[in-house]
């Protein structure tokens, strides 16, 4: 087991999860409650991860993100070292690639809140700031939680835009992921058995812990 | 429940998103042509044990490597199969030499499995009709796809063969996908060829040295490295007689 690498992605993947949460609850805020014209074009701009192969993300973040771009000499500027090829340029491409992994399911848990809840509470004089942290976010914890799951395994199990924006540098890019592709190429055949059945694994608990969870509709017996 | 399920969950992110021990130790980032997968990593081994730096490499095709360096990837050292991809990172400005430094000759091999129906192979086997697929590196990406592919034009048979290709993204990747069987034979590095695993399976003939020009392999180091004294020192020491002499077993050759 390469150890790692297994580091590695365990920590990318908190990272990237972290940082969803933080810009897909008050996202999905603005989606569910906003009257704007823009909603659907931003609705689908987050959606798009879901659709777009990994390789038209990561040619696209590795131009973007490259030296020959104005905020890519940026980073190089103020930093030394360009964001591709770099744990920082994969946090990136990971927080894009598992955007609608975050937005999707918080964005349905508010639309499920039952809207007299919210009435009472504008009537009483909460702002948008204290419906979200009084209201919304105490009554969506099962979609919250959700996300969460879903963007930390989802990052895990991300490889064309890691493969495209990382390469496969030992301690700074390399995933499980990746390293299993590489151990397949050097023949070691039970390592990447061992690393394959491990991701194996963390998905399959992640599932059923979800769908433990998850509220089921009573459907009477026949 | 469900809140303490929650917490633990965060808690848990917490833990990983805080920084860790870290090890500050000099780290050599070697990006390596596929052919040295089963070659270079004793040779690294052995370095660190002489000069105490220790050195990671990547594996991939010598054109994957060179893009990446051009796109700022951190490496110090380009180990590639040839001289035009080390020459890429020159003319773009990207290396300390002004032309690549030659450390080893790669030598092209075909290969088939000893269960394949291929038991008897020879290079007149690309001309039999019943042969369906033949693994090549590509082309475009990988000098030793490269040579096949000059090998084939020479033999009059890339027309014919053409759509019989797999076509691997390296050469150790076409290693893999005639090993495991999925194509039935394949054009290989010797180095791939003289692995253990690989003499187990099956066995090689070598494509005559005057069918495809000679897979010079050159390296550079590349500018402004992290490491560029250890980048030179390593490549001080893949030119030393004693890994020269080392590697000629495990199917590189000198050259000058």
């Given at each position: 087991m390469d150890y790692q690498a297994l580091w590695l992605t365990l920590r990318l993947a908190a990272f990237t999860t972290g940082i969803l949460l933080v810009i897909g609850i008050p996202l999905s805020e603005w989606i569910v409650f906003t009257h704007s014209r823009t909603r659907p074009l931003i609705e689908s701009l987050c959606s798009l991860p879901l659709l777009l192969p990994p390789t038209v993300m990561?040619?696209?973040?590795?131009?973007?993100?490259?030296?020959?771009?104005?905020?890519?000499?940026?980073?190089?500027?103020?930093?030394?070292?360009?964001?591709?090829?770099?744990?920082?340029?994969?946090?990136?491409?990971?927080?894009?690639?598992?955007?609608?992994?975050?937005v999707q399911p918080i964005s349905a848990g508010f639309y499920?809140?039952?809207?007299?809840?919210?009435?009472?509470?504008?009537l009483l004089g909460a702002g948008r700031i204290r419906l979200l942290r009084q209201v919304l976010l105490p009554l969506s914890k099962r979609s919250i939680l959700t996300a969460a799951i879903l963007c930390f395994t989802h990052t895990i199990g991300e490889f064309g835009v890691v493969l495209m924006l990382g390469g496969d540098i030992p301690g700074a890019t390399r995933t499980l992921s990746i390293a299993i592709y590489d151990q397949v190429q050097d023949f070691a055949y039970k390592q990447a058995n061992h690393t394959a059945l491990l991701l194996l694994a963390i998905s399959l608990i992640a599932l059923i812990v979800l769908y433990t969870r998850s509220p089921r509709p009573q459907v009477p017996h026949a | 429940?469900?809140?303490?399920?929650?917490?633990?969950?965060?808690?848990?992110?917490?833990?990983?998103?805080?920084?860790?021990?870290?090890?500050?130790?000099?780290?050599?980032?070697?990006?390596?042509?596929?052919?040295?997968?089963?070659?270079?990593?004793?040779?690294?081994?052995?370095?660190?044990?002489?000069?105490?730096?220790?050195?990671?490499?990547?594996?991939?095709?010598?054109?994957?490597?060179?893009?990446?360096?051009?796109?700022?990837?951190?490496?110090?050292?380009?180990?590639?199969a040839d001289l035009s991809f080390p020459q890429r990172v020159i003319d773009a400005g990207k290396a300390e030499e002004s032309q690549p430094v030659r450390y080893a000759r790669g030598t092209l091999v075909l290969w088939a499995r000893n269960?394949?129906?291929?038991?008897?192979?020879?290079?007149?086997?690309?001309?039999?009709?019943?042969?369906?697929?033949?693994?090549?590196?590509?082309?475009e990406h990988a000098p030793y796809g490269r040579a096949a592919k000059a090998a084939l034009e020479k033999l009059g048979l890339w027309d014919t063969l053409r759509p019989k290709l797999v076509i691997a993204e390296n050469i150790a990747q076409a290693a893999q996908y005639v090993?495991?069987?999925?194509?039935?034979?394949?054009?290989?590095?010797?180095?791939?060829?003289?692995?253990?695993?690989?003499?187990?399976d099956g066995h090689y003939v070598t494509v005559p040295a005057e069918d495809y020009p000679p897979i010079i392999q050159g390296a550079v180091v590349v500018k402004g490295a992290a490491e560029a004294q250890a980048a030179r020192q390593l490549l001080l020491f893949m030119r030393s007689s004693s890994v020269r002499d080392q590697l000629v077993p495990h199917g590189l050759a000198p050259t000058n």
């Open positions: 990561g040619f696209y973040l590795l131009v973007l993100l490259g030296p020959r771009t104005a905020f890519g000499r940026f980073w190089v500027h103020c930093f030394g070292h360009p964001l591709a090829f770099s744990f920082g340029g994969l946090v990136i491409g990971s927080v894009i690639y598992s955007l609608p992994f975050a499920g809140v039952n809207p007299a809840m919210l009435e009472q509470g504008q | 429940m469900f809140d303490r399920l929650m917490k633990a969950f965060f808690v848990f992110l917490l833990a990983l998103v805080t920084p860790g021990l870290s090890s500050a130790q000099q780290t050599l980032r070697v990006a390596a042509a596929a052919d040295l997968q089963p070659v270079l990593p004793p040779i690294l081994k052995q370095f660190e044990a002489q000069t105490g730096i220790h050195a990671e490499a990547s594996y991939q095709s010598s054109a994957t490597l060179a893009t990446q360096i051009l796109n700022g990837a951190p490496f110090d050292l380009f180990l590639a269960d394949s129906h291929f038991a008897r192979l020879s290079i007149d086997t690309l001309k039999d009709a019943s042969l369906k697929s033949i693994a090549i590196a590509n082309p090993d495991s069987g999925n194509a039935e034979i394949g054009f290989v590095s010797l180095t791939s060829a003289l692995t253990q695993r690989l003499q187990a």
